[in-house]
């Protein structure tokens, strides 16, 4: 949920700048950048940023693999040893 008591419309944002992108050094606040009153945009450190990327990536990563393992579990799937033989047969790698 955005915390709307860190919005700023765009025209102020436009205007302060360079004094809320010095604020991100001290609090990493990310800022919501309102239009029309309407929430358009967050602006957030790059560092805070790349960490959210990063446990956004390994969220999927886990989910993908509680979904794989319960397609396992229900027979869809074959074993590390079939597949490995399958691979090996379709690029004719060495045994």
Partial sequence: MLNLSHSRPLNEFQKEAPELLHQFETDKTPIVITINGKAAAVLQDAES????LNRLELLETLAGIRQSLG???QGKGVSIHKAFEDLQKKYDLPN
Avoid at 49 to 52: C, D, F, P, R, S
């Fill in 49 to 52: 940023y790349e960490k959210l």
């Fill in 71 to 73: 397609e396992f579990e």
